[in-house]
């Protein structure tokens, strides 16, 4: 496949759709914990719904359709537009590939969701716990990333 | 006679099978029926006579997994967290506990100006896909192959999700025992969930549940659940009754017969907290499940975004 002579530009409005559903997506993944309505978050005018399971676990898959398209979508504008351009940098490397963990083991779970599909409770617990820790590195890198302005490539 | 299935043919086929799975441990009683099906049971309940013989066998063969917590209670904060403690109430039997995971909910219904009382053993309905264990977040939940589920004290937490996702809100907690006092008992957690595990490892062992067993209507029968079902149309059709379980959230494996609607049992039985009623209840795993297919064509529709815009640039270029 020929690459096309200019760079895609990086497109603001992509940008948010994708800050706003990994926003909701992070919102949604920890209210699929017992902790909004403890600790008071749910009592605040409009958030009653994170304490709402249904609806949270509702907003999580509406959230993962839309993450797994732009993240198919970015992938394929790289190698379409920007390979012989722009490379990743450290930062676009570590988000990718956590964003690849979360995308995994969130299939993983998906599919566990169906009637008769029975994961050894190890594997549970385990794809669980690696679900949490990669988007608390997420978000916790995203700050950092923010502060010091880290882009996820550079020039080559 | 459709009982007769009950007790032998069990013993016989799936428990038989069951017997060569190891007995201890949760995982290892992932026993199944012979034919790979999902272990249902079937309750005649014009049958029962609220003896509540399964009442007390359940409480007998299952003390040892109730709860003993440990006080003084740690102070949970916030202080709207509710501290549910059963252990000075372990003797009562008329509502589901921590130390009561079945009850006989009694019903005067009135049917052509007749009057009939129902008497109908209650306790987790075993779902086929049940929301408690597939959206408890710890994994602590967990249903075995053959469909049994079961909550593991040593890892639940407390935090009562899967009583809120039952449909039935069968489980029931106890605060002051469990992982969470290992954990930050103040600001986390709150005990551990309790409920019927079908006698998961009475069956490894290739022996019944406490409850069918003992009572002596033979009011329950077990055994996979396409036979369960065909049986309970058959006995429906004998009795001219009415079937609760096959589709109720999904699909259960409790499939209860009886010879009066159940909207009439509903409308004479006192419903509260731990006594569930009877009602409709569609699929909890469904409107999510049902996007899935959504997940598949997404990366489809990504790799298109991109290539049309591959499309527009290079007609631009052109
Ligand atoms: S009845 Fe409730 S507790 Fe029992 S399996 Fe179904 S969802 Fe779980
Ligand atoms: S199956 Fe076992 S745990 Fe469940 S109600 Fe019957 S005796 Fe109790
Ligand atoms: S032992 Fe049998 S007859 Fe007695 S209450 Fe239980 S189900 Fe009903």
Known sequence: ??????????????????????????????????????????????????????????????????????????????????????????????????????????????????????????????????????????????LYSLISKKRWTTPR | MPEMISRRAFLKGSAAAACTVAASGLTAAASTSPSGQQLCTLLDISKCVACEACVDACQEVNADKYPQPQKPFPKMYPSRVPVADWSEKQDVRDRLTPYNWLYIQTADVEVDGEAIEVNIPRRCMHCVNPPCVKLC?????????????????????????????????????????????????????????????????????????????????????????????????????????????????????TIYVSPVPFEAINKASEYGKGRPPLKQAADSMASANNIVAAMAIAPIAGVAFAAGKLFKQTQKNA
């Open chain 2, 137 to 253: 977040p710890w994994g602590s939940a967990r249903q075995l192959k053959s469909g049994i589920s079961v909550i593991d004290p040593d890892i639940c937490l407390g935090g009562s999700k899967c009583k809120a996702v039952c449909p039935w809100h069968i489980p029931e907690r106890q605060t002051g025992v469990g992982l969470y006092l290992d954990i930050l008992p103040s600001l986390a957690g709150n005990g551990v969930m309790y409920k019927c595990d079908r006698c998961y490892n009475r069956i490894a062992e290739g022996e019944l549940p406490a409850c069918i067993e003992a009572c002596p209507e033979d009011v329950q029968q077990i055994g996979p659940r396409d036979e369960m079902i065909a049986k309970a149309h058959a006995l429906a059709k004998e009795i001219d009754g009415y079937i609760y379980g096959e589709t109720e959230n999904g699909g259960t494996n």
């Open chain 1, 1 to 142: 496949m020929t690459t096309a002579a200019t760079i895609s530009k990086p497109d603001p409005g992509r940008r948010y759709l994708y800050l706003f559903t990994m926003f909701f997506l992070a919102l949604s993944g920890f209210g699929q914990m017992p902790i909004f309505k403890r600790y008071y978050i749910a009592d605040i005018p409009g958030l009653g719904w994170l304490a709402k399971f249904y609806i949270t676990h509702y907003i999580h898959y509406l959230g993962a359709i839309i993450l797994l398209a732009l993240c198919t979508y970015y992938i394929t504008e790289y190698f379409m537009f920007n390979i012989k351009k722009r490379k990743l940098t450290f930062s676009g490397y570590f988000n990718t590939a956590v964003i690849f963990g979360l995308i995994i083991s969130g299939l993983l779970l998906v599919i566990k969701n169906f009637a008769n599909y029975h994961y050894p409770n190890s594997l549970i617990i385990f794809l669980d716990l690696c679900h949490i820790s990669l988007v608390m590195l997420l978000l916790g890198y995203g």
